[in-house]
């Protein structure tokens, strides 16, 4: 055995009998000496700790099986040990019960980034604001906002300690931009992705039909560089966000899927370890099963992929997941925190909106909406292979996996020079406006009353000089949609709360202007008129830009 102290190995004793007896202190001391501790999350002796090898700067997770392994190994492997002794030794480690050998790895030394109390200070190896590292077999791809290289893993030792699941199991050439796009299956597929209404063929495929528009163009640059944003495993502190693939054509009460999300955002997972969550299984924050919705995330998790998020979730439950510490919580074991630098991205796909109105849903998504070229292209039958010519990965050989992974290494560098790119989402936040007003079911009808009497009634009834009884107006409501109005159960309060948030999403708008300063909820900005015995609710919603008219006493 080499590399060794003595006195620590053989950490076992044979008596005169032919006896084996594990030293139990000697163990400890020798697997630290090998690389073996346990890491920290939080600044709390009593904190969920992790077992891990540091092997030559490749942090290895593992637990007490996988320890109990390693040890049977390193003993199969020492020519020096008598082959009797060394049978009876593996027999008494085969037998160590997990929970005897956790008990030793409890006496560990302790590291954390941050140098806790009673820790060792262990780097972890990390993306910067400025620079993306990805790991492969020959080396490290540095990424910045004007070049791509490929780098020797020595030249980084310093910048600290790499998780062994962050190295990608193939080797990588930097190919230039042009052959980049050269036959490049997954670039293409996603090409032909973000098309909206163009015809598939199973001969002849224009590449280019259908590119030609603002859409298409800007559903590319806000593919690209959100792929990119998950792929670069830096959080940036102001700006962290949920990654979203959603269908162009999709609506509160309808699904149009096949368009390629899900292989698109499945992608990442080759760039960054996945933890992946079925949609259909994530617990909404009302069950006591929530706290367990992302027990499978690691510490060397660098992407949670929530696949086909269901309809009507609630995004607000993954605001602390987006903007705060990652706190993991798995059945009948102890939960840890990842610190908010070090969390992974997050990426969602959905076949519907995402509810939520207003700045705080609007600054925690990315949303990227899929074009339907892929869903038509399957009610005529034809697949994805018959256009690529290839099954995405399944087919690959090293030049496609090589093209592949530099179009991401391209969609990083799109994303450190440019930041999340936006698209046009009138369409998405249209539905997503109906979803929260209107609720299950809701068609559009109540929202576009609701602009109608904005943009005319108001106006030409000088109601926005003059104000209007709110009972007035839930009544011309009532009488000009009778049927909606019965059929879903508008009361005068919904009415009124639905009509005040609807307000409150337009920026040109303000819902009683004298009450601002009052508050920002309906009841904080009320307003009542009419002698002392007969008062009632009233409203006046003007333009912003007419704020400093002298609005008229209603009596």
């Not at 008990?103 to 780097?123: C, R």
């Not at 760039?271 to 929530?290: H, I, M, N, T, W």
């Not at 609630?314 to 059945?331: H, T, V, Y």
């Not at 018959?386 to 090293?398: Q, T």
């Amino acid at each position: 055995m080499t590399n060794t102290i003595k006195n620590h190995y053989p950490f076992w004793k044979v008596s005169d009998k032919g006896k084996i007896n594990i030293n139990s202190s000697n163990l400890v001391k020798f697997i630290a000496e090998k690389g073996f501790g346990l890491f920290q999350t939080e600044d709390e002796r009593t904190s969920n700790k992790t077992l891990f090898l540091n092997n030559k700067g490749v942090l290895e997770l593992h637990n007490s099986n996988t320890l109990k392994s390693w040890l049977i190994g390193i003993i199969e492997t020492d020519e020096d040990i008598d082959p009797d002794v060394k049978d009876e030794l593996q027999d008494k480690l085969v037998k160590l019960a997990p929970k005897t050998l956790g008990n030793y790895v409890h006496n560990l030394p302790i590291y954390s980034q941050k140098g806790f109390n009673d820790t060792q200070v262990m780097k972890i190896f990390k993306d910067t604001p400025d620079n993306c590292y990805i790991s492969f077999k020959n080396g490290v791809v540095k990424i910045s906002a004007h070049k791509i290289e490929l780098v020797d893993r020595e030249d980084l030792l310093n910048q600290g300690c790499i998780w062994e699941a962050s190295i990608i199991p193939h080797n990588i050439d930097i190919l230039d931009k042009y052959m980049v796009t050269q036959n490049n299956v997954f670039k293409n597929f996603v090409h032909y992705a973000m098309k909206k209404d163009i015809e598939p063929f199973l001969e002849n495929n224009d590449y280019n039909l259908g590119t030609d528009n603002s859409r298409f163009k800007e559903s590319v640059k806000s593919f690209e560089t959100g792929f990119g944003y998950l792929i670069h495993n830096y959080q940036p502190p102001e700006d962290q966000r949920v990654v979203v693939f959603c269908d162009v054509d999709s609506s509160p009460d309808r699904t149009e899927g096949g368009n390629g999300k899900s292989l698109s955002m499945k992608m990442v997972s080759y760039y960054r370890k996945e933890a992946f969550l079925d949609g259909d299984k994530v617990r909404p924050s009302s069950s006591g099963e929530a706290r367990f919705n992302f027990s499978n995330v690691k510490h060397d998790t660098g992407f949670v992929n929530i696949n086909d998020l269901p309809k009507n979730f609630e995004l607000r439950q993954f605001f602390s997941l987006i903007a705060d510490k990652f706190q993991i919580e798995g059945k009948g074991k102890d939960k840890f925190i990842i610190e908010q630098e070090d969390k992974p991205k997050v990426g969602i796909t959905t076949n519907y909106v995402i509810q939520g109105m207003g700045n705080s849903y609007e600054r925690r998504q990315h949303i990227v909406e899929f074009g339907n070229f892929w869903n038509i292209a399957g009610n005529k039958k034809i697949t994805p292979p018959e256009i690529l010519g290839k099954v995405i990965g399944k087919d690959f050989d090293e030049n496609d996996w090589i093209k592949f992974y530099n179009y991401g290494f391209q969609c990083v560098q799109k994303y450190l020079l440019e930041g999340l790119q936006t698209q046009s989402l009138e369409s998405y936040n249209r539905k997503n406006l109906i979803s929260v007003l209107e609720g299950e079911g809701g068609t559009g009808e109540v929202l576009s009353w609701f602009e109608y009497w904005i943009s005319t009634t108001r106006i030409s009834n000088k109601f926005d000089v003059n104000g209007i009884y709110s009972e007035d107006l839930f009544h011309t409501f009532q009488k000009e949609n009778s049927l909606l109005a019965l059929k879903n159960g508008w009361s005068y309060t919904k009415f009124m709360d639905t009509f005040y948030d609807y307000v409150k999403t337009r920026e040109d708008l303000i819902w009683n202007p004298d009450k601002v300063t009052s508050g920002n909820t309906r009841s904080s900005r009320r307003i009542r008129k009419g002698s002392r015995d007969s008062q009632r609710d009233f409203v006046i919603i003007v333009n912003k830009s007419n704020t400093e008219n002298n609005f008229l006493n209603v009596a």
